[in-house]
């Protein structure tokens, strides 16, 4: 006989009917072309040619995807939704090699116009820190191990 608090299999949380992943992060832009430029000066490689698309996908290391929609595209199958503007519950986090790296990171993106929120710091929990925004208002954090 076992126990019942005692870990074991569990069943999914659908039971057999599926198994939600957790797959992707879509951000919703005023500015496609500004947006992807944005991002890229944090590394990542999307392609010139996604500046003209309505939608693009990034597959980030580990499998987890980042979407963009233009406000077009996502008005198209939402038509009455109030689009909003910055600051809001979307964080995006970056993680930098040390704290020399997010000086640098903020610095360019700064230095670049894009608006920083908090300039870094050595936050209590032990990370050197920084915040700016994306040309849509999402926070982007950066951060390293102190």
Known sequence: MSDPFKT???????????TP??????????DM??????????????????DALPHVEHVLPGGLRLLWDTDETYRSFDPDTALSSGPGRVTLGFACAGPAEV?????????AGYRGLKE???????????????PDGNSI???AAL
Do not use: H, N
């Open 8 to 18: 074991g299999r569990r069943d999914a949380a659908y039971g057999d009917r599926m």
């Open 21 to 30: 992943r957790f797959d992707c992060t879509g951000l919703v832009v005023a």
């Open 33 to 50: 072309a500004a947006s992807l430029a944005f991002y890229r000066r944090l590394g990542l490689d999307v392609p010139a040619e996604a």
């Open 103 to 111: 000086d640098k990171v903020w610095a360019d993106l700064t230095g």
């Open 120 to 134: 870094p710091w050595d936050a209590v929990w032990g990370q050197r820190y920084a915040i700016v925004l994306d």
């Open 141 to 143: 954090d950066l951060f």
